[in-house]
């Protein structure tokens, strides 16, 4: 039998899930199970890479784990894991980060924006954040890695890291794509649409767990512009535009059909018609993931069962790694 290729990704517990990890990331993580090997990882050492609160950030993990599961990854399909219990992830991150060039961890784009955010507290491992991703998908000989837009320039670094490690020594890793979605790869915030919607921004935000009642409220006073016509355009109408993205990913309309049905109306019919859209898609997540945190005993036995299965598979690659650079063994 042909070996099945394999998948790698993880979100930060840094926030709760938001519409666009799910638009941008997991919706494919859903539709790739049957096809491909996957793991799908709760990176809680890249969460503290910015200040977190230990328990909430401890709580959010597991309730992530729910969210993944109640999004529809079936544990017995793919294997699910806490980064932290997994301590290849930072043994290989150590090796990696001896093969990186402090000049191109300088030119990521998502550095320069948290050193931005966070100027207080500008950590080393917020710059070297690339290092350690690179491991988490190296670790597992990772084919594809499907993330949305904004994680495209982590995993081109990745493939770098991985070409120069190979042609140093011998082929030891797999060159990992990045699998991006043609629809919802860059969801925007609903207060500023020229921002990605970010869990770190309330306001713009929505989160899987929202009640119906703030999705729809959000969505009622989502920015938008002072025309009327429900148009993409997105140099001049951005905030229309990504609700019309956002309409087409929850119902799976395409953007021509949905500009039709809105033809003759205005926002004020339009932007309830996403809000109750949304409230629809996200309605089964939010149970079934309170349901599922109700049983703490199973989601503990998924992630300890994936942490076991996914460290056999680190370890493979680890070793040799050890080994190439000249590591004695033990
Ligand atoms: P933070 O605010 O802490 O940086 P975030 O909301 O940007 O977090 P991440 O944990 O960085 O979310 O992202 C999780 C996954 O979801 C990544 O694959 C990322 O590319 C994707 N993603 C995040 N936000 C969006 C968005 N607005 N549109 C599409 N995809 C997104
Ligand atoms: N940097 C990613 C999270 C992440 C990731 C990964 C994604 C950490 N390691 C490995 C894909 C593969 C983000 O979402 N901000």
Redesign the pocket.
């Known amino acids: 039998m042909e070996q099945k290729k394999r998948i790698f990704?993880?979100?930060?517990p840094?926030?709760d899930?938001?519409?666009?990890?799910?638009?941008?990331?997991?919706r494919n993580w859903v539709a790739l199970q049957e096809e491909y090997d996957c793991l799908y990882c709760i990176?809680d050492m890249?969460?503290i890479t910015?200040r977190q609160v230990p328990a909430d950030l401890r709580r959010r993990s597991l309730e992530q784990l729910a969210q993944y599961i109640a999004c529809g990854l079936d544990p017995e399909k793919n294997i699910m894991f806490i980064q932290s219990h997994v301590p290849q992830h930072a043994e290989l991150a150590w090796v990696l980060g001896c093969y990186t060039q402090f000049g191109e961890l300088s030119r990521m784009t998502?550095f320069k924006q948290?050193s931005q955010q966070h100027a207080d507290n500008i950590t080393a491992g917020l710059f070297t954040y690339p290092v350690l991703m690179a491991a988490d998908i190296l670790l597992y000989q990772a084919d594809l890695v499907?993330?949305?837009?904004?994680?495209k320039q982590h995993v081109e670094l990745c493939r770098d890291i991985a070409t120069r490690f190979n042609f140093s020594f011998s082929d030891t890793f797999t060159l990992p794509e990045p699998f991006i979605?043609k629809l919802?790869?860059?969801?925007?915030?609903l207060g500023n649409p020229e921002n990605?919607?970010?869990?770190?921004?309330p306001d713009g935000?929505v989160y899987l767990m929202d009640k119906p009642e703030d999705i729809m409220r959000k969505f009622k006073r989502a920015v938008t512009d002072c025309e009327t016509a429900v148009r993409f355009d997105r140099e001049n109408k951005p905030g229309i535009s990504n609700l019309l993205t956002i309409y087409c990913a929850a119902t799976g309309k395409t953007l021509e059909d949905a500009e039709a049905e809105f033809k003759d109306q205005g926002y004020g019919v339009f932007k309830p018609a996403v809000g109750e859209a949304v409230v629809e898609l996200v309605r089964p997540i939010r149970e079934e993931a309170a349901r599922l945190l109700s049983d703490k005993a199973y989601l503990e036995s998924i992630y300890k069962q994936g942490a076991e299965r996914a460290s056999a598979l680190a370890n493979k690659t680890l070793r040799k790694v050890y080994k190439k650079v000249g590591f004695v063994a033990r």
């Open positions: 990704s993880g979100i930060q840094s926030g899930l938001t519409l666009g990890s799910y638009m941008g990331a997991i990176v890249h969460a910015v998502q948290k499907p993330v949305g837009e904004d994680q979605p919802g790869a860059r969801i925007m915030s990605k919607m970010s869990k770190s921004d935000c």
